[in-house]
């Protein structure tokens, strides 16, 4: 599986959009891009996953390069339940490998 | 998606002591896994759970310390023998979605050994 790369932490405001990018520079041809929100006491909750160029659904938005050696995941005017650990992932089918993830505090 | 829950959710344990851990999940499901979250840090894999056959190890993790059964497609559990404070994590089932990466988690159970 790809190795990935991702800031430890991120800070941010109520209402700002925050972008978390990941490096995966040895990416596969098979490989997606996925990522995972942890709160505190909970098991990861799955967020979005991509393949290419850029992918929407109702909590973030996944932007893809072409070369595919980063993703960028976008969330629009995050509030204070969006404090959590984010985790990048790539692989195709089976087993996960979570790399460290990235810490978001979302202060008022 | 898939629903999974874990029992105990929480639980302290005297040192030299074992803790079975048990996932259910409401659909039937060919692999099932489990993964350990030491405080502060990210999820390692522990093993794989096929039903019908034994577990599949991650390096590091040996069969004798973490026993798993996997009795039919819905269900497994864990167990964290002979307890020792080193083992205090967060233990996490998991299984896998139709998406390739896409995985769903129970909430965990959190083992503290005293």
């Known amino acids: 599986l790809a190795k990935t790369t991702q800031p430890i932490s991120m800070d941010s405001y109520e209402g700002q959009e925050v972008n978390i990018t990941c490096s995966h520079n040895?990416?596969?041809?098979?490989?997606?891009i996925t990522w995972y929100q942890q709160f505190p006491s909970q098991g990861p909750r799955f967020i979005i996953q991509?393949?290419?160029t850029k992918v929407t659904n109702e909590v973030a938005s996944l932007f893809i390069p072409a070369d595919r050696k980063s993703s960028t995941l976008s969330l629009p005017r995050v509030s204070l339940s969006d404090t959590a650990v984010y985790y990048c992932l790539v692989g195709d089918y089976g087993t996960l490998t979570f790399g460290k993830g990235t810490m978001l505090l979302v202060s008022p | 998606s898939a629903v999974i829950s874990q029992k105990p959710s929480r639980d302290i344990c005297q040192r030299g002591t074992s803790l079975t851990i048990q996932c259910q999940v409401d659909?039937?499901?060919?692999?099932m896994f489990w993964y350990r979250q030491q405080p502060g840090q990210s999820l390692t894999l522990i093993a794989t759970?096929?039903?019908?056959?034994?577990?599949?190890?991650e390096s590091g993790f040996v069969i004798d310390k973490f026993p798993i059964s996997r009795p039919n497609l819905t269900f497994s559990t864990l167990t964290v023998s002979n307890m020792s404070p080193e083992d205090s994590s967060i233990y996490l089932c998991?299984?896998?979605?139709?998406?390739?990466?896409?995985?769903?988690f129970g909430q965990g159970t959190r083992l503290t050994v005293v």
């Open positions: 659909s039937q499901v060919t692999m």
């Open positions: 998991s299984v896998g979605g139709d998406r390739a990466t896409e995985a769903f």
């Open positions: 759970a096929n039903q019908g056959s034994e577990a599949t190890y």
């Open positions: 040895n990416i596969a041809t098979n490989d997606y």
């Open positions: 991509g393949y290419k």
